[in-house]
């Protein structure tokens, strides 16, 4: 922002304190210089490019005095209205024109006029503890720096992709507003200071620009004009020529520019998303697209600021997540849709995308899915209740989506059930690391959970559930059941409340979870395995279907009820033997190997090593002996 101070005639306002650029410049120069007697910075601890705006506010009013402290702070976008969090202590000189280098996860700013003992032109690092380290003085400290044509301050600043650092510097007397071009090189040989390389005129009347902000999608640089209202832009052409500074048409601010004051912070996102923070207190996006008539949305009224700058790193991937349906019943299955967005030129490597949920809710085995991303190896742990993505890379100027499908439990009481996904990974060619959450994109927060409302509570009036409990009611040894085993009761499962429901005193499960370690299977035992299933909730579970594969240390046996009839079925009082075909009955044996695609879901995926047991129940109703029954199968231990 500007640190020029002229009464009568101030863009941004705090309080009764008024600041301003002279209206009056006679055009615009842009200089390359390369800054190169910096010392490793072995104290700065980087931060992680999250996406969080940063904010560096003065804290001294007119006149200006020199020193002047700052303040360093990050923005609080998880409430409304948006606050400031301040990050280390005041730093007692004053430093401007901050800008985000992804090329070590620092934050650079210049000391924009002399500041006591700290000359004009030194270059500063902030890191994420607030700690601020000077890395250089360009040309040595000479007044005005050598190299930096005359300027009354330095005010907006930015970095690209390259580590390139570009100020923005405020016009003196006769010499116009300039934007020198840095580079930002740590180790070089102490003397070797910048040079100007060239110098690029600027084509008009130059804007009234308190900040500027760089876009990663199609690498120019945009900031808002107060002088005509109207967002600007140019391209910094490093082979020289002119400078285009373009107005974005139908820019002008909601209610004109008269009242709107200077955007003395501007960001973007990997999406190409432009935010602008107001001086007198909100924050904007600003669409830039072309042909978009409603550009500015007020994204939440924040904390006043004054005598500042902001940056915040562009390249992190913005990152939503949507649930389908928003409402649901105890006992539905709802998916969650995910999107990340990587709009810059740069790779996002080794990534792990994580995702957690409570209050008994699961991830369904087999249901992940990830498009426009590569690699990627999916587990699931702690119940199916975290969901774990590793080694994915989504390439530059891509778009990665993947969806999951979760189940809700049937005793999940009525409420609003929340969320929130993790990324982290690291740029590739740079090595930085970067770190996203998810964000629900209706809201006006962010980063922000994603919320899915329950309406019904379980056995209610409208939410249908059916329960699934499985045991092993005979083993068979040398042609007689083994002995020392009872598989007519009922055992319960400490992990399973399932079991414990009501409606099984119409068929309780019996059977067994598992043989004593001290008795194992042996080879040639018959196991009979049983899944009993009740619909216990306020309406018919409809087109039920069942899939069990087989233990891959077992096979099948095709003929235990029957010739080719492998399958029993129960459904009410009613048992019937299946065939093992695909004939018409509600029964069938898929044998390994065989494609199985078309039985998705409920097999989890097409995977079918060993084969498995599929059974069309069709509606199950709610009431009556029908809402119970069982499947019953046997395999011989190989």
């Known amino acids: 922002m500007a640190d020029q101070w002229k009464q009568n005639k101030g863009l941004g306002v705090q309080g009764n304190s008024r600041r301003c650029w002279n209206p009056l410049l006679a055009g615009l120069s842009f200089a390359f210089l390369t800054l190169s007697n910096l010392a490793p910075a072995k104290a700065q601890v980087p931060f992680v490019c999250d996406g969080r705006i940063f904010i560096s506010q003065g804290t001294s009013t007119l006149p200006p005095t020199d020193p ?146 760089f876009n990663p999608v199609d690498e120019r640089f945009y900031g808002y004009d107060s002088r005509d209202g109207q967002m600007v832009s140019f391209q910094f052409d490093p082979a020289g020529g002119a400078i285009n500074l373009d107005p974005l048409p139908n820019s002008s601010p909601p209610g004109g520019s008269g009242g709107f004051g200077a955007i003395g912070a501007a960001f973007f996102d990997a999406a190409g998303n432009f935010f602008g923070y107001q001086n007198s207190g909100a924050l904007f996006r600003i669409n830039i697209n072309p042909g978009v008539s409603d550009r500015y949305t007020l994204i939440s009224s924040a904390t006043q600021v004054g005598q500042n700058d902001g940056t915040a790193c562009p390249y992190t991937p913005v990152f939503s997540k949507t649930v389908n349906p ?70 530059a100027r891509t778009t990665a989506t993947a969806s999951v499908q979760v189940q809700l439990p049937a005793d999940l009481p009525t409420g609003t059930f929340l969320n929130q996904a993790t990324l982290n990974g690291q740029f590739a060619t740079l090595g930085t690391v970067f770190s996203a959450r998810s964000e629900f994109p209706v809201t006006s927060i962010f980063p922000d959970p994603t919320p899915v ?38 055992v319960d499962d400490p992990d399973d409340a399932n079991d414990n429901a009501a409606g099984w005193s119409d068929l309780s499960p019996v059977g067994i979870l598992g043989l004593d370690a001290n008795n194992p299977l042996q080879s040639n035992d018959e196991v009979e395995y049983t899944i009993y299933f009740l619909s216990d909730g306020g309406q018919p579970v409809t087109n039920v279907r069942v899939c069990d594969r087989i233990h891959p240390q077992t096979t099948f046996i095709s003929s235990t009820f029957g010739d080719a009839r492998g399958i029993s079925l129960r459904q009410g009082t009613t048992v019937t033997t299946q065939s093992n075909a695909v004939d018409g009955d509600r029964a069938q044996f898929v044998s ?44 011989r231990v190989n």
């Open 592 to 635: 390994p190997l065989t494609p199985v695609n078309s039985l998705i879901p409920p097999c989890p995926n097409s995977s079918n090593t060993n084969g498995l047991v599929f059974v069309n129940l069709g509606d199950v109703t709610n009431s009556g002996t029908n809402r119970v029954g069982f499947v019953r199968f046997r395999v």
């Open 68 to 213: 002047r402290p700052i303040l360093f702070n990050d923005v609080n976008t998880g409430a409304t209205p948006f606050t400031l969090n301040q990050i280390g202590p005041d730093n007692p000189f004053e430093y401007n024109a901050i800008g985000y280098n992804v090329q070590d996860n620092l934050i650079y700013g210049i000391v924009p006029r002399n500041q006591g003992a700290v000359p004009q032109g030194t270059v500063v690092q902030v890191d994420s503890t607030g700690t601020v380290r000077t890395v250089g003085t360009i040309n040595g400290g000479t007044n005005p720096p050598a190299g930096l044509p005359p300027t009354n301050g330095y005010i907006g600043g930015e970095l690209d992709e390259n580590g390139f650092y570009y100020i923005f510097g405020l016009p003196m007397g006769a010499n116009p507003a300039t934007i020198t071009r840095i580079r930002i090189t740590n180790g070089a040989v102490d003397g070797a200071f910048p040079t100007v390389v060239n110098t690029i005129a600027a084509v008009g009347l130059p804007p009234i620009v308190a900040d500027f902000a």
């Open 453 to 490: 409302d329950v309406t019904s509570a379980p056995n209610n009036t409208t939410a249908a559930n059916l329960l699934l409990v499985k045991r092993i009611t005979g083993i068979t040894r040398n042609g007689s059941s083994l002995s020392g085993v009872d598989f007519g009761s009922f």
């Open 326 to 395: 928003t409402t649901a019943a105890a006992g539905d299955t709802i998916t969650y849709s995910y999107e990340i967005v990587n709009g810059s030129v740069l790779d996002l490597t080794t990534i792990t995308f994580g995702d957690t949920m409570s209050d008994g809710r699961t991830f369904i085995p087999g249901t992940f899915t990830v498009t426009n991303a590569t690699g990627g190896t999916v587990s699931l742990s702690n119940g199916n209740s975290v969901l774990s993505v590793t080694n994915l890379t989504v390439a």
